[in-house]
């Protein structure tokens, strides 16, 4: 195993990540993850402070906020990289995490980056490629299997990035800013992919963003990080039925600038 499997390997190995969670609120028993009252400092220095956040299962909720608010840092506490300095993180199932790199092994064909996870978890490269292949049409990789990452969009490369997550654990997905690092143009494509995907999975999501617009277009609910040291400036539940409404979007957007003192 070459030095890019290794760096793979150990990512993957963080991915998986399976907690045991008592959630004892009984109208909190579909929480899938449950953060209360955590705080983080380094070196002295306050990064997240007292911040409370729920996901219910189905749900997809971002944490809105400025760059550099920590909103990473919740994510890594989440996922048992890093350990909050008081308060609780309760995971009931199991994690995968996509990074806003792709991370797609350059010399690997996209079913072999995709099928991945299950290779490390021992399974036989060709079973592994069977049981992702059904999912390449899912995901509008159809026609892609065969292909090397450096034939690929940056957008297609994203789609077979949150693939592999999708493979990884189905469960709860924590996607740090996916779409952060591409054009606006191919930006809009993907979010509207993701939302048709939305209707083909039940996985429940938690998305960071520092992109309002994505965050209301996308999101069930939204909790508003503030500068750090960060804490909850607003939880706003989405309706759903309204995204389509331009008044009722640009009073959401209007709400969270408010509150960002932007």
């Not at 400092?41 to 997809?60: A, P, T, Y």
């Not at 992109?211 to 939880?235: G, Q, T, W």
């Amino acid at each position: 195993m070459n030095r890019e499997d290794n760096k793979i390997k150990d990512l993957e190995s963080k991915d998986v990540l399976e907690f045991d969670s008592s959630l004892d609120s009984d109208n909190r028993l579909d929480s899938k993850i449950r953060i209360e009252n955590i705080s983080k400092s380094f070196d002295g220095d306050k990064i997240i402070d007292n911040i409370s956040i729920d996901v219910r299962e189905g749900e997809l909720v971002s944490i809105l906020g400025p760059s550099g608010c920590g909103k990473s840092t919740i994510f890594n506490m989440i996922a048992g990289l890093l350990k909050q300095d008081s308060g609780t993180v309760n995971v009931n199932g199991k994690l995968s995490y996509m990074y806003q790199k792709d991370l797609l092994l350059p010399y690997k064909t996209i079913i072999d980056n995709v099928s991945l996870p299950l290779v490390l978890r021992k399974e036989k490269k060709s079973e592994a490629r069977e049981e992702v292949r059904q999912y390449f049409k899912v995901f509008g990789l159809e026609g892609y299997e065969d292909k090397y990452p450096k034939e690929l969009s940056g957008g297609m490369r994203q789609r077979a990035n949150f693939m592999r997550t999708y493979v990884n654990s189905n469960d709860i997905m924590l996607l740090d800013e996916p779409f952060g690092a591409l054009d606006s143009i191919t930006k809009s494509s993907m979010q509207k992919w993701l939302l048709d995907i939305r209707k083909k999975v039940t996985s429940t999501i938690l998305l960071i963003t520092h992109d309002i617009e994505e965050a209301i277009l996308l999101s069930d609910r939204i909790y508003v990080i503030s500068n750090k040291p960060s804490s909850v400036s607003m939880e706003i539940v989405v309706d759903r039925d309204r995204i389509g409404d331009v008044e009722y979007s640009f009073k959401l957007k209007k709400d969270i600038l408010d509150v960002l003192h932007v």
